[in-house]
């Protein structure tokens, strides 16, 4: 992790080392850090709260080791972001102790793009064979996530791109337990490029079919879908 300008205080008490409003320049924009690690038997516990403005996705990705993530990584993600992370955790001879971290993150992704994401190809070779997945623009991206032992609990958000529109919900698990709902948008996006009118183009989004389908677990280490029998809306 590097960074400049660096104004921070920090205590050493008993077994903690405490980290009081941290403020540094790095990843290309502005962070704010507090932070409490302790000593313990099995692994040195912390407590973590991140706000980061503007900074370069890959960057921070990277600086914090991907904050214990396999998949949403800094080899996957560009962009500019920004977001509030409330989380605990524990870290075992300088590296996050796997699915440890619990905790609340609130993000917002500008001019992002997805690299070799599986999951979105995945579900491209699913609806779309033909399209390229592998360089996907991604439209301004907001969201809230609870993080709780590998699995990461999306709220239901609207996921844009260049190649495919999808609404998201439900749960992703870093190393197993997927459950996440999928509407996806049969409309290609490429139709509404030139739409300057925000409220038309949400209409346009959801024009004609709608495929929902449910991302899961396929007990092999990785995902499968499925189509929803009912064919019912994501809730």
């Known amino acids: ?3 400049e300008d660096v104004i921070a205080q920090i205590d050493i008490v008993n077994d903690q080392i405490i980290l009081k409003q941290a403020s540094i320049k790095s990843c290309k924009g502005s962070l704010f850090i507090k932070s409490r690690i302790s000593s313990g038997q099995s692994g040195n516990p912390f407590e973590l709260l991140v706000k ?3 900074v370069d996705a890959q960057d921070l990705l990277r600086s914090f080791d991907n904050f214990g993530s396999k998949t949403i990584t800094a080899n996957t993600i560009r962009g500019t972001v920004s977001l509030d992370l409330n989380a605990t955790g524990k870290m075992n001879n300088g590296k996050m102790v ?3 971290m619990k905790g609340d ?3 917002r992704l500008n001019n992002g793009a ?5 999951p979105l190809e995945n579900i491209g070779k699913y609806v779309f064979p033909k399209r390229d997945f592998k360089n996907i623009t991604i439209d ?3 969201g809230n996530v609870t993080i709780n032992n590998g699995i990461l609990t999306l709220e239901p958000m609207e996921l844009n791109t260049s190649v495919i529109n999808l609404d ?3 749960d992703y698990g870093m190393k197993g337990g997927t459950d996440l709902q999928v509407d996806v948008h049969l409309r290609n996006p490429q139709k509404d490029e030139a739409e300057v009118n925000r409220e038309a183009k949400e209409k346009n989004r959801k024009k004609g079919t709608t495929i929902h389908l449910n991302l899961i677990d396929d007990k092999k280490g990785g995902t499968k879908i499925k189509l929803k029998t009912k064919n019912e809306k994501l809730s």
Not at 114 to 118: E, H
């Open 114 to 118: 997805f690299v070799n994401f599986k």
């Open 105 to 107: 993150l609130d993000f």
């Open 168 to 170: 998201l919900a439900g």
């Open 52 to 54: 980061a403005s503007r």
């Open 140 to 142: 301004n991206l907001e």
């Open 1 to 3: 992790f590097t960074g």
């Open 98 to 100: 796997e699915n440890s």
